[in-house]
């Protein structure tokens, strides 16, 4: 899963590998997983499938005009033709078979000029170009309005005061101008910008207060602002810009309470920026200014809200980020800066819904996510975290106003991109249906809105990709999946290895939770919400995991993913512990979602493949770990022998006499086929705990034999402990011959301290003393 791993393995000291025998433990609680429910809030409908089965419809070009909604369509038997719905299945149906048979008319540049549908159509009986149609929504109301013998290839339409504004090429005056009253004889040259059969080129187009804008270029030299009110003599120019580095330096036509924006580049004198218009000439001037410190602006998308216009910059400081603007220059300023620095938020689909502006944008903690501004720096803010990997982007795409609530596509990487709604809220931020289930993305293409609903395209993997329908009803009371915030360090209380299973308590699920305070942790917008876990992956390689839902039982926690998920509540008796292996060290752990308790049982399995959103399960996971501690491991004998030094004559000196090193002793004591064991592997030293003295003096020297010290009397609640490097040695009395002994325990060093007393008889695994006890032998003779 991005951003995070299933525990599968930990970092660990193994310092020895023993089979796990069955220590405290029940079997796995019987039954099986369940799935949680899938909570359908919202209703998204397939209007039609228009092309049975699973091929495409091939639904595109659509526009609303008042109840009624037109678009191009394929069934698969007339082609690509006209069609029209009112959202329902009985009121979807073609409208007319323009080109007869399998062959298509399609349809293009849909417009609606005062209630009626105007066109481009391939024309029947030459079917090389497109012509100009119009519709009242019937079969016989759909006609041909002006036909070519050539075939024209008419394009850009907008309409004005009733009449169509559209570009076409009659072959006589190359690409212009023209405009249509939906009558043949209505339909004329509106303006040869270009005299002769030479061509200009068309875009953005805007029609308001009574005339309609647009964008002239020619011959790639310049483009130059127009405005028409569809009439030859109302068709004046308002500004030519040069453009000799950029392919398209006006765009981005704008309406600001009936004044014309936009932003151009002009390689006369290198200025780029924000401009507006009154429609004259003189009125069409910069907005921004150098003075103003706005001066030289890379401007893309623009939008109207309100009294404001918001668009998205780059300054030459700051990368793209959202700016705003009254249409004065020291009113135009950048409004937040999202992403710090020169990399830019990636601003984009600007949209206005009822005075909110929308937006996609990412900052240094966020992908890209959905965001809202009401045009000021704090009211600037993130609507909702969608995709909540680490770094990972939901990308909201698509964004439509329909009657005031917002509907986008989103990825919330686990749903694949599905249709999305919001109110600006974080609760009013939801998946309208998971319309192809799982992972995959029913893909929708949104359209325009029909009133209150919206007509989009998907696939449900059954139908292909064809046309759905949603309204803006209010979102029901549903319940929002919590979130969890793995900045924290959820862990366990720490435990040390060969602790007694009796003893081993665990830690309450509450407070592993409360552990990844104050930096990380659930949050859950419901009311008097609960909090709980669903471990979807253990480390079980060095131990067994455990809970218990009453403190007393225990129960394995058996094999856990997402689909086999356990929950377990955060209250005052559940809790969970780890079994460690014989001798293992290290930091074993689980990954766990959140869980607030509106679905299954507190010890139940789950299936948690569906999380987030309206569910009872977080989307993203986090792991929590739990540290075995090394303690010390008493040595000890396994096979018992006699460990002998060499005999020494009754009459040796003192010089020679330098006994054995301890060190020495066990190697002998191994040699005579004696076996003793530490896991811990640490220095050797002996714990004396007897001595026989009766016939001479046992001695020891920690300086290698340069000073001998006699060994003091000796028993197991008072040793005597040399380490590994000092001797022992033993001085006969004059004229004995026979053998003496001392005994010792083994002792590992771990504690207590060279040349001093320690009790030996501590019964503990940790002691650092053998309860075995090794004997040692010299013969004097």
């Given at each position: 899963?991005p951003?995070?791993?299933?525990?599968?393995?930990?970092?660990?000291?193994?310092?020895?590998?023993n089979?796990?025998?069955?220590?405290?433990?029940?079997p796995?609680?019987?039954g099986?997983t369940?799935?949680?429910?899938k909570?359908?809030?919202?209703?998204?409908n397939?209007?039609?499938?228009?092309?049975?089965?699973?091929?495409d419809?091939?639904?595109?070009?659509l526009i609303?005009?008042?109840?009624?909604?037109?678009f191009?369509?394929?069934?698969g038997?007339?082609?690509?033709?006209?069609?029209?719905?009112?959202?329902t299945?009985?009121?979807?149906?073609?409208?007319?078979?323009?080109?007869?048979?399998?062959?298509?008319s399609?349809?293009?540049?849909l417009?609606?000029?005062?209630?009626?549908l105007?066109?481009?159509?391939?024309?029947?009986?030459?079917v090389?170009?497109?012509?100009?149609?119009?519709?009242?929504g019937?079969?016989?109301?759909?006609?041909?309005i002006?036909?070519?013998?050539?075939?024209?290839?008419?394009?850009?339409?907008?309409?004005?005061?009733?009449?169509?504004?559209?570009?076409?090429?009659?072959?006589?005056?190359?690409?212009?101008l023209?405009v249509?009253?939906?009558?043949?004889?209505?339909?004329?040259?509106?303006?040869?910008?270009?005299?002769?059969?030479?061509?200009s080129?068309?875009?953005?187009?805007?029609?308001?207060?009574?005339?309609?804008y647009?964008?002239?270029?020619?011959?790639?030299?310049?483009?130059?602002?127009?405005?028409?009110?569809?009439?030859p003599?109302?068709?004046?120019l308002?500004?030519?810009?040069?453009?000799?580095?950029?392919?398209?330096?006006?765009?981005?036509?704008?309406?600001?309470?009936?004044?014309l924006y936009f932003?151009?580049?002009?390689?006369?004198?290198g200025?780029?920026?924000?401009?507006?218009?009154?429609?004259?000439?003189?009125g069409?001037?910069?907005v921004?200014?150098?003075?103003e410190?706005?001066?030289s602006l890379?401007?893309?998308?623009?939008?109207?809200?309100n009294?404001?216009?918001?668009?998205?910059?780059?300054?030459?400081?700051?990368?793209?980020?959202?700016?705003?603007?009254?249409?004065?220059?020291?009113?135009?300023?950048?409004?937040?800066?999202?992403?710090?620095?020169t990399?830019?938020?990636?601003?984009?689909?600007?949209?206005?819904?009822?005075g909110?502006?929308?937006?996609?944008a990412?900052?240094?903690?966020?992908?890209?996510?959905?965001w809202?501004?009401?045009?000021?720096?704090?009211?600037?803010?993130?609507?909702?975290?969608?995709?909540?990997?680490?770094?990972?982007?939901?990308?909201?795409?698509?964004l439509t106003?329909v009657?005031?609530?917002?509907?986008?596509t989103?990825?919330?990487?686990?749903?694949g991109?599905?249709?999305?709604?919001?109110d600006?809220?974080?609760?009013?931020?939801?998946?309208?249906?998971?319309?192809?289930?799982?992972?995959?993305?029913?893909?929708?293409?949104?359209?325009?809105?029909?009133?209150?609903?919206?007509l989009?395209?998907?696939?449900?993997?059954?139908?292909?990709?064809?046309l759905?329908?949603t309204?803006?009803?209010?979102?029901?009371?549903h319940?929002?999946?919590?979130?969890?915030?793995?900045?924290?360090?959820?862990?366990?209380?720490?435990?040390p290895?060969?602790l007694r299973?009796?003893?081993?308590?665990?830690?309450?699920?509450?407070?592993?939770?409360?552990?990844?305070?104050?930096?990380?942790?659930i949050?859950?917008?419901?009311?008097?919400a609960?909090?709980g876990?669903?471990?979807?992956?253990?480390?079980?390689?060095?131990?067994?995991?455990?809970?218990?839902?009453?403190?007393?039982?225990?129960?394995?926690f058996?094999?856990?993913?997402?689909?086999?998920?356990?929950?377990?509540a955060?209250?005052?008796?559940?809790?969970?512990?780890f079994?460690?292996?014989?001798d293992?060290?290290?930091?074993?752990?689980?990954?766990?979602?959140?869980?607030d308790?509106?679905?299954?049982?507190n010890?139940?399995?789950v299936?948690?493949?569906?999380?987030g959103?309206?569910s009872?399960?977080?989307?993203?996971?986090e792991?929590a770990?739990?540290?075995?501690?090394?303690?010390?491991?008493?040595?000890?004998?396994?096979t018992?022998?006699?460990?002998?030094?060499?005999?020494?004559?009754?009459?040796?000196s003192d010089?020679?006499?330098?006994g054995?090193?301890?060190?020495?002793?066990?190697?002998?004591?191994?040699?005579?086929?004696?076996g003793?064991?530490?896991?811990?592997?640490?220095?050797?030293g002996?714990?004396?705990?007897?001595?026989?003295?009766?016939?001479?003096?046992?001695?020891?020297?920690?300086?290698a034999?340069?000073?001998?010290?006699?060994?003091?009397?000796?028993?197991?609640k008072?040793a005597?402990?040399?380490n590994?490097?000092?001797?022992?040695r033993?001085?006969?009395?004059?004229d004995?011959?026979?053998?003496?002994?001392?005994?010792f325990?083994?002792?590992?060093?771990?504690?207590?301290?060279?040349?001093?007393?320690?009790?030996?008889?501590?019964?503990?695994?940790?002691?650092p003393?053998?309860?075995?006890?090794?004997?040692?032998?010299?013969?004097?003779?």
């Amino acid at each position: 899963m991005p951003g995070i791993s299933f525990l599968n393995w930990f970092p660990s000291s193994h310092r020895k590998k023993n089979a796990l025998g069955q220590r405290g433990r029940t079997p796995l609680l019987a039954g099986k997983t369940e799935p949680l429910e899938k909570r359908e809030l919202l209703a998204a409908n397939l209007v039609s499938d228009i092309n049975p089965g699973i091929e495409d419809g091939d639904v595109s070009k659509l526009i609303s005009i008042g109840s009624i909604a037109y678009f191009s369509a394929n069934e698969g038997i007339h082609g690509n033709e006209l069609w029209r719905t009112d959202g329902t299945e009985t009121g979807t149906f073609l409208v007319k078979d323009i080109v007869s048979g399998s062959n298509s008319s399609a349809p293009t540049s849909l417009t609606n000029v005062d209630g009626t549908l105007f066109f481009f159509a391939r024309n029947p009986d030459f079917v090389f170009g497109w012509e100009l149609w119009k519709s009242d929504g019937t079969s016989a109301g759909t006609t041909l309005i002006k036909s070519s013998s050539d075939g024209s290839f008419p394009e850009s339409l907008a309409s004005n005061n009733g009449k169509l504004i559209f570009q076409t090429n009659d072959l006589f005056h190359g690409n212009e101008l023209w405009v249509s009253d939906g009558t043949n004889s209505g339909t004329m040259l509106l303006k040869d910008h270009v005299p002769g059969a030479d061509s200009s080129r068309f875009d953005h187009f805007l029609s308001m207060g009574g005339v309609t804008y647009y964008v002239s270029q020619v011959s790639g030299q310049y483009e130059q602002l127009w405005k028409t009110d569809g009439t030859p003599s109302g068709t004046t120019l308002l500004k030519e810009f040069s453009t000799q580095t950029y392919s398209e330096t006006i765009r981005g036509l704008t309406d600001l309470n009936e004044t014309l924006y936009f932003s151009a580049f002009d390689d006369s004198d290198g200025f780029k920026g924000l401009w507006k218009s009154d429609g004259t000439p003189e009125g069409t001037v910069p907005v921004t200014q150098a003075s103003e410190g706005n001066g030289s602006l890379s401007i893309g998308s623009i939008v109207a809200v309100n009294s404001s216009l918001f668009f998205t910059a780059r300054d030459g400081i700051h990368g793209s980020e959202l700016w705003v603007s009254d249409g004065t220059p020291s009113g135009t300023r950048l409004l937040k800066d999202i992403y710090p620095g020169t990399v830019g938020s990636s601003l984009g689909q600007l949209t206005n819904v009822n005075g909110t502006l929308f937006f996609s944008a990412s900052d240094p903690f966020h992908g890209a996510e959905l965001w809202k501004s009401d045009g000021t720096e704090e009211g600037t803010v993130l609507v909702r975290d969608i995709r909540l990997d680490a770094g990972a982007s939901a990308s909201p795409g698509s964004l439509t106003n329909v009657g005031g609530v917002l509907f986008f596509t989103a990825d919330d990487g686990m749903h694949g991109r599905e249709l999305w709604r919001s109110d600006g809220t974080f609760v009013g931020t939801v998946m309208v249906e998971d319309i192809s289930l799982g992972s995959t993305s029913s893909s929708p293409s949104l359209l325009p809105p029909l009133g209150n609903q919206l007509l989009f395209i998907a696939n449900d993997d059954v139908h292909g990709r064809e046309l759905w329908v949603t309204d803006n009803s209010p979102v029901p009371a549903h319940n929002n999946a919590p979130e969890l915030n793995i900045a924290g360090n959820p862990i366990l209380t720490q435990i040390p290895e060969d602790l007694r299973v009796s003893r081993n308590r665990g830690t309450l699920v509450r407070d592993i939770l409360a552990s990844m305070a104050p930096n990380g942790g659930i949050t859950d917008i419901d009311p008097n919400a609960k909090q709980g876990m669903a471990i979807i992956g253990a480390n079980q390689t060095s131990g067994i995991w455990q809970f218990s839902t009453n403190k007393k039982t225990w129960h394995d926690f058996g094999s856990t993913s997402t689909s086999s998920a356990l929950l377990l509540a955060a209250d005052s008796k559940t809790r969970i512990r780890f079994l460690p292996n014989p001798d293992f060290v290290g930091k074993p752990g689980f990954t766990f979602v959140a869980w607030d308790q509106t679905e299954g049982t507190n010890g139940s399995y789950v299936q948690a493949t569906i999380r987030g959103g309206t569910s009872s399960l977080s989307y993203q996971p986090e792991n929590a770990f739990i540290t075995v501690t090394q303690v010390n491991d008493s040595p000890s004998v396994s096979t018992a022998s006699v460990i002998n030094f060499d005999a020494i004559p009754k009459t040796i000196s003192d010089q020679a006499n330098i006994g054995l090193r301890v060190n020495q002793m066990y190697d002998r004591f191994i040699g005579a086929g004696g076996g003793f064991y530490d896991v811990d592997g640490v220095t050797r030293g002996v714990a004396l705990v007897g001595i026989d003295n009766q016939n001479g003096h046992w001695q020891y020297s920690l300086d290698a034999a340069a000073t001998w010290v006699d060994i003091p009397l000796v028993k197991a609640k008072r040793a005597f402990l040399l380490n590994a490097t000092s001797r022992i040695r033993f001085v006969p009395n004059s004229d004995f011959t026979g053998s003496s002994t001392i005994s010792f325990a083994i002792w590992d060093t771990t504690s207590e301290s060279n040349a001093s007393f320690a009790n030996v008889l501590s019964k503990s695994r940790t002691s650092p003393f053998s309860s075995t006890r090794i004997t040692a032998a010299i013969n004097v003779i």
